[in-house]
């Protein structure tokens, strides 16, 4: 089994570890990383190297990390198969601060489910590397961010062999006066050939308060590829509450069936589905006693 053996990183070489490779979020990276070194979890940094050996199937789900800046790199071996996953819930006065580096070899496989939901603030950034051929990649995103909470994430998938495959995902609710980012980056490099990579951001908003940067990318070097990148924000809005309403539903009514149903085509068929669908569940409870 294996296990996270975290280390103390120093605080000067703390920032070194999101510099991603993706020119658009550096003035959000440092921003992020200032903001959580001036909150009271800003004196932890902790680190820990994780190798998955040849032909190895493995679930690393992410329940040690405490709260405070964590750092993860993980490799993976050629015809490695990991199931990544994370979620946050923290409690509300607490700030989280996560880095993920993956770098995948021949044939390996990296599938990830991270989900937010709780915390003051939490920022996330994945970095995915598919080195060698046939690699692939699947990420998962969901979060759902109420009252005045801010949760940034972002993704910077690199296909720099032949034949790879990435989907990147990611479906957010924010409500309140809740703040959400999800900038995520594809490239396909020159030595790509083959290639297939999509990337999709969806954000339903609740209320007109919310705010969201929707920001996919996508860099191609080569050609022989197939790629697409897409972002969509929409509003919870009377069109569809009239919708519910001629049948017989109440709004409150309305608006969860909505939001269960938006969120549920994120994470169903995952190993978190029944732990996402709880979160939601309590999220949505909380909406209704306001």
Request: glycine share 8%.
């Amino acid at each position: 089994m294996t296990t996270l053996t975290w280390k103390p990183i120093a605080e000067d070489a703390a920032l070194g570890w999101l510099d991603l490779g993706n020119p658009n979020t550096r003035k959000q990276r440092t921003a992020a990383y200032e903001r959580f070194k001036n909150s009271e979890y800003g004196s932890t940094f902790r680190t820990t190297h994780i190798t998955i050996a040849e032909n190895t199937t493995l679930d690393l789900p992410l329940t040690d990390l405490e709260v405070g800046f964590n750092c993860i790199e993980i490799v993976l071996m050629p015809n490695a198969h990991v199931t990544l996953s994370y979620v946050e819930n923290e409690p509300r006065n607490k700030d989280a601060l996560v880095v993920v580096k993956a770098r995948l070899k021949k044939g390996a496989s990296l599938n990830s489910v991270t989900g937010f939901f709780g915390g003051a603030s939490a920022s996330f950034f994945q970095e995915t590397l598919l080195e060698e051929e046939g690699a692939e990649t699947r990420q998962r995103t969901i979060f759902y961010g109420d009252e005045t909470q801010k949760f940034e994430i972002f993704s910077t998938t690199k296909l720099m062999a032949p034949n790879t495959r990435a989907e990147i995902t990611s479906k957010g609710v924010l409500d309140d006066s809740a703040h959400g980012r999800f900038d995520g980056a594809i490239e396909i490099t020159e030595e790509g050939k083959g290639a297939e990579a999509h990337l999709t951001e969806e954000t339903l908003l609740l209320s007109p308060d919310t705010r969201v940067n929707a920001i996919p990318g996508l860099k191609i070097g080569t050609n022989d590829v197939q790629a697409s990148h897409a972002a969509s924000v929409t509003r919870l809005d009377d069109e569809h509450l009239f919708y519910f309403g001629s049948r017989g539903v109440d709004e409150q009514t309305a608006s969860t069936l909505i939001v269960e149903g938006f969120l549920r085509t994120g994470y169903e068929g995952s190993d978190k589905a029944e732990l996402l669908e709880t979160l939601v569940a309590q999220k949505l409870a909380r909406g209704s006693s306001h």
